[in-house]
T-cell receptor
Framework: GENVEQHPSTLSVQEGDSAVIKCTYSDSASNYFPWYKQELGKGPQLIIDIRSNVGEKKDQRIAVTLNKTAKHFSLHITETQPEDSAVYFCAARTTGGGNKLTFGTGTQLKVEL | EAEVAQSPRYKITEKSQAVAFWCDPISGHATLYWYRQILGQGPELLVQFQDESVVDDSQLPKDRFSAERLKGVDSTLKIQPAELGDSAMYLC????????????FGPGTRLTVL
């Protein structure tokens, strides 16, 4: 089955700096890669996603890049703000898997003033 | 904005007791998922429904866990008997259909087994 690894497990940045979280996946058949933000006591919320036929996608301060050859994808947050502090999860979906998502282990992002 | 509803939000029980969690997906969403999230880890799929039918329950510990979605709308996840290792967050998610990418998550039920 699919295996998703995520790094780093914790990330601390100063407000206004950029943050990068990286994930690798094992199944070359995976075709959809979402990123979720989870705040304390809440369920994960989709913040951005990318399909395997696209190399990069941007939404305001958030961008995701995908390298299918290397089987890794990354989340980039620019101009970080305190409200960006949360746990971020990457995930991968395998073709034919009935939309089953395999999640990474999460990154605790802390944006310091 | 439509949301996935879950109850209860918190549940404390003793081992060997039975517990049940309820989920009401976004109206019109045919696909419903139950995930378990252990502290410090990502969610792991337990069971997936397409309408009232189970599509994937390969990771569901069937000796103690059961799930149903009788009318293809809301769903119940049951654990009987609960064990200490079942302490986790139980998340419900829904999507328009299995072929649609985006899954919308509810707030979860935090289970503590003593």
């Amino acid at each position: 089955g699919e295996n998703v690894e995520q790094h780093p497990s914790t990330l601390s940045v100063q407000e206004g700096d950029s943050a990068v979280i990286k994930c690798t996946y094992s199944d070359s058949a995976s075709n959809y890669f979402p990123w979720y933000k989870q705040e304390l006591g809440k369920g994960p919320q989709l913040i951005i996603d990318i399909r395997s036929n696209v190399g990069e996608k941007k939404d305001q301060r958030i961008a995701v890049t995908l390298n299918k050859t290397a089987k890794h994808f990354s989340l980039h947050i620019t101009e970080t703000q305190p409200e960006d502090s949360a746990v971020y999860f990457c995930a991968a979906r395998t073709t034919g898997g009935g939309n089953k998502l395999t999640f990474g282990t999460g990154t605790q992002l802390k944006v310091e003033l | 904005e439509a949301e996935v509803a879950q109850s209860p939000r918190y549940k404390i029980t003793e081992k060997s007791q039975a517990v049940a969690f309820w989920c009401d997906p976004i109206s019109g969403h045919a696909t419903l998922y139950w995930y378990r999230q252990i502290l410090g880890q990502g969610p792991e799929l337990l069971v997936q429904f397409q309408d009232e039918s189970v599509v994937d329950d390969s990771q569901l510990p069937k000796d103690r866990f059961s799930a149903e979605r009788l009318k293809g709308v809301d769903s119940t996840l049951k654990i009987q008997p609960a064990e200490l290792g079942d302490s986790a967050m139980y998340l419900c998610a829904s999507s328009l259909a299995a072929s649609y990418n985006e899954q919308f998550f509810g707030p979860g039920t935090r289970l503590t087994v003593l």
